[in-house]
Every structure is written in structure tokens, then in C-alpha cells.
T-cell receptor, first 117, second 114 residues
């Protein structure tokens, strides 16, 4: 149990285009999903927290108009990188919170490698 | 200010021996701790967690120890296997904060030598 999928697993796009990444919790409902970005040889950087049916909460320094997050259902959150530029090239990972009793554990998707030419 | 620290960027261990990965935290509000394992170009995989009401949690070859007074936790892997070679992230959260955001350490790269 606790499987999270991401699609696509990798994408190459031209500068100026928009890219949508989907994150799905396959076998549980996730009220909260998170989007992370990982740079080479660095830790995960939280970009935003997404709650179903409400606006995402963005971390300081993350442009909300550039990284659009939609959490339309308890099993799906999407991240759209708008007008992508080469500096947006990175590894994007989502996670979904699964609450069991009093404890909450985040389960991660496999990640999406974005390359902007 | 880094609230979760993994001071060893890398660790090499012989196959069959014990691997000990350490993690320190500074925020006394953290009360739930997790360890994740990550291979390159993949998302982290949840390994084991511990609540602050416990000082030890065991799951197969993995044991996590928590020393609240020292704000220190460690992950023990016994016996270590080559397949355990990966980057291990320590993460912490505050229960009841609503979003259960995780604060990650920078990771420790474990290499298990056959």
C-alpha cells in the first residue's frame, strides 16, 4: 500500500512552453500533497504544500505564478511549470500524506526529470 | 539555519557489518521523525519512523533510536547489504501542525562494500 505515482517520469521541452506534472496517490486518499525540487547533490527543497480543494501554500522564494499547483481531488495534485526556462530544469518530486492514527507519513512519487532547452 | 542536520555526507561499510547513520535536530517542537532511502533519479522511499514518545523502533534490519535530551536520532542497519547503498535522509515534523511538513537533513550517502 501507499503508492504514489508521477507522470511523466521525464520531459524535455523548449524554453517558454508550459509543462504539467501529475501526482497521484493510487491506494489511499491524501488530503495533503507536497511538491519538492531537488538540485544535483542537494537535499529536497519543499516548494509548496497542497491541500485538496484549497489554494496551495508556497514556500518563500517560490513563485506561485510560475509553479501552478492544483489539488482537485483527494488522489490527484498537478504542478504546472509555466513559461519554463533552462533554470527550471530539475528533478521534481511529489509526496502524499497518509494519516494512520495519530501519525502521518509522506510517501513519495518516483519523480519527474524536467529538462528545458 | 538548518533544523535537521546530517553531519556525515558519506559513509562506507563492509557488507554484513552494521551501518549507523546519525541525525541531529535543533527544533524541540519536532515530535515525529522519519528515515527515507533514495536512489539517484528516484523519489525517496519511506523506511522507518519514530514518535517522540518512544526511544526505539525496529523493523527487520532497520532500527531507529531517538535520544530526545540530546536531540539526536540514529538509524542502524544490520546486517548491511550492497543493496542498501543509497542516500539516506533524516526528516522531522511537528504533529498537529496541520500540514505535517517535513524538514529534511542533507542526506548521507551510504556505500556498502561487498
Amino acid at each position: 500500500g501507499a503508492v504514489v505515482s508521477q507522470h511523466p517520469s521525464w520531459v524535455i521541452c523548449k524554453s517558454g512552453t508550459s509543462v504539467k506534472i501529475e501526482c497521484r496517490s493510487l491506494d489511499f486518499q491524501a488530503t495533503t500533497m507536497f511538491w519538492y525540487r531537488q538540485f544535483p547533490k542537494q537535499s529536497l527543497m519543499l516548494m509548496a504544500t497542497s491541500n485538496e480543494g484549497s489554494k496551495a501554500t508556497y514556500e518563500q522564494g517560490v513563485e506561485k505564478d510560475k509553479f501552478l499547483i492544483n489539488h482537485a481531488s483527494l488522489t490527484l495534485s498537478t504542478l504546472t511549470v509555466t513559461s519554463a526556462h533552462p533554470e527550471d530544469s530539475s528533478f521534481y518530486i511529489c509526496s502524499a500524506s497518509r494519516l494512520a492514527g495519530n501519525t502521518d507519513t509522506q510517501y513519495f512519487g518516483p519523480g519527474t526529470r524536467l529538462t528545458v532547452l | 539555519d538548518q533544523q535537521v542536520k546530517q553531519n556525515s555526507p558519506s559513509l562506507s561499510v563492509q557488507e554484513g557489518r552494521i551501518s549507523i547513520l546519525n541525525c541531529d535536530y535543533t527544533n524541540s517542537m519536532f515530535d515525529y521523525f522519519l528515515w527515507y532511502k533514495k536512489y539517484p533519479a528516484e523519489g525517496p522511499t519511506f523506511l522507518i519512523s519514530i514518535s517522540s514518545i518512544k526511544d526505539k523502533n525496529e523493523d527487520g534490519r532497520f532500527t531507529v533510536f531517538l535520544n530526545k535530551s540530546a536531540k539526536h536520532l540514529s538509524l542502524h542497519i544490520v546486517p548491511s547489504q550492497p543493496g542498501d547503498s543509497a542516500v539516506y535522509f533524516c526528516a522531522a515534523s511537528v504533529s498537529g501542525a496541520g500540514s505535517y511538513q517535513l524538514t529534511f537533513g542533507k542526506g548521507t550517502k551510504l556505500s556498502v562494500i561487498p
